[in-house]
């Protein structure tokens, strides 16, 4: 059986082929799967009943289905754990924002960039996703907002599980995907891709042509103390991650956004405001403060709040754009760092 769910129309097109449909129809097929939640060819109502049945006998639609989703407190937040068709289960979450649903998919089944405040790397790498699985995410939620009549899913944050520059090719085509409008239209603004610093995916994805917002995880404001939390470091120094962080910048005029940790006694001292500050100077760009959420294996605290305000007016002051990222889904382990594939 080949599966036709995540392909994109040329893919759709080549599996028909041998059919002799007219073109049009791969459309068609396109829109019931990413747009109307078909599972089956049985209800795509505008195709003959005798194509429906010739189709089904060798092509099939393949949706990842959902093996278990968990609501926060707060209802603001929602985690799904998809079960894809090798077994392997992949989270990823839903966060009602004030400015619409924005869903926050994963790249990887795992991740072996090994950062020391994340779950997500506590296993180690499974494999790579490829764009039809890093798609199903957004267009599960996506289906599920609309039988629920509430809204579609309106931005997109490549920041689950994974690095998504170490599974370049795979991610751009997912990229591509949203922005088609057989699928969800969305604009490449509305995609934000959050990488931990892989110099040559950033200066590639410079050249792509396309306005994607790029955060980049920087969580340490010197060499050494960013190893110690942040493994990769040691492959891509931190003055190469600037360098290319700012490339990008001036290659798509985009605004960057760094990512920078708050961990209690570790990245939160004075000593790290100041060099911070200085690293980040005259930049095009904006630091987003995310105090750590709990992992239990971990062993890192969150700062008091007076620390974290005292770390956000220090910045402000020295006129760096700053937000401290509101915290969402801890509960229900959807937060920042927290995802880590498992049976919820
Ligand atoms: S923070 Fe991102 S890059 Fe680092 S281990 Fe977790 S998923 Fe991987």
Request: hydrophobic share 40%; glycine share 8%.
């Amino acid at each position: 059986m080949t599966q036709l769910f995540g392909l994109g129309l040329s893919g759709i097109r080549a599996a028909l082929a041998p059919y002799r449909v007219p073109a049009y129809r791969a459309r068609q097929i396109a829109a019931w799967m990413y747009q109307k939640g078909a599972g089956s060819f049985d209800v795509m109502t505008d195709l003959s009943k005798a194509l429906r049945a010739v189709l089904s006998q060798s092509l099939a639609i393949g949706r990842p289905h959902v093996k278990d989703r968990l609501i926060s407190a707060d209802g603001r937040t929602q985690k799904f754990l998809l079960g894809l068709a090798d077994g392997i289960a992949v989270e990823t979450v839903l966060m009602r924002q004030p400015y619409g649903n924005s869903v926050c998919v994963s790249t990887q089944a795992g991740c072996n960039m090994g950062c020391a405040f994340c779950a997500s790397t506590l296993k180690g790498l499974s494999r790579n996703l490829t764009s039809g699985e890093i798609l199903a995410q957004a267009i599960v939620i996506n289906d599920m907002l609309r039988e629920a009549d509430e809204g579609k899913v309106d931005t997109v944050v490549i920041m689950g599980s994974g690095e998504p520059l170490m599974n370049y090719d795979n991610v751009l085509e997912f990229i591509h995907l949203m922005h088609e409008e057989y699928t969800l239209g969305m604009s490449y603004r509305s995609i934000t891709l959050s990488t931990s610093g892989i110099v040559e995916g950033m200066r590639r994805l410079a050249e792509e042509g396309i306005p994607l917002s790029l955060s980049v995880s920087l969580h340490a404001p010197n060499q050494s103390l960013r190893e110690r939390i942040m493994p990769i470091a040691r492959r891509y120094p931190l003055a190469d991650v600037i360098a290319a962080a700012k490339h990008y910048a001036a290659v798509t005029k985009r605004r960057l956004t760094y990512e920078y940790i708050l961990i209690d006694g570790v990245t939160d001292g004075e000593e790290q405001m100041r060099e911070l500050a200085d690293l980040l100077h005259g930049q095009l760009a904006s630091v987003n403060l995310i105090p750590i959420n709990p992992v239990a294996q971990r062993g890192f605290l969150r700062p008091s709040p007076e620390r974290i305000a005292r770390f956000e007016r220090y910045l402000a002051r020295r006129r760096i754009a700053v937000t401290v990222r509101r915290e969402m889904g801890a509960d229900i382990q959807a937060a920042c760092g927290q995802l880590r594939n498992k049976h919820l």
